[in-house]
């Protein structure tokens, strides 16, 4: 669990994820990377447990996972927290807001 969260993007990833449930074309037009470079980030957070999907078409969706482990409880309340404190996130939410606004109602599809 720890290593999952070691790198930048995917720590990223799962501030956006605190917001909601977020397409993957979501995450790829805000942190502006390749679909296959945010879709590699997501497994990883998948299989550490961090992140749990859905498929919709030929979309996926990722939402933050729910667990009652409790030291993962403890985790995602203390990185929530600290939140703030990442101004790469900040920025991330700010676009994410713009992004939404222009998004089409119908989505991904």
């Not at 497994?43 to 078409?57: E, F, P, Q, Y």
């Not at 403890?74 to 992004?99: E, H, I, Q, T, W």
């Amino acid at each position: 669990m720890f290593k999952a969260l070691s790198e930048e993007t995917r720590v990223r990833i799962v501030g956006l994820l605190t917001g909601g449930e977020r397409c993957v074309c979501d995450l790829v037009a805000i942190l502006n990377l390749p679909q296959s470079t945010i879709s590699r980030h997501l497994t990883i957070l998948k299989n550490a447990g961090w992140v749990a999907s859905r498929r919709k078409g030929v979309w996926m969706y990722y939402r933050l996972a729910e667990t009652k482990n409790p030291l993962h409880q403890g985790l995602l309340a203390a990185f929530r927290a600290n939140l703030p404190s990442v101004k790469a996130l900040a920025a991330d939410r700010k676009k994410m807001a713009a992004y939404l606004k222009s998004k089409p109602a119908a989505g991904c599809d």
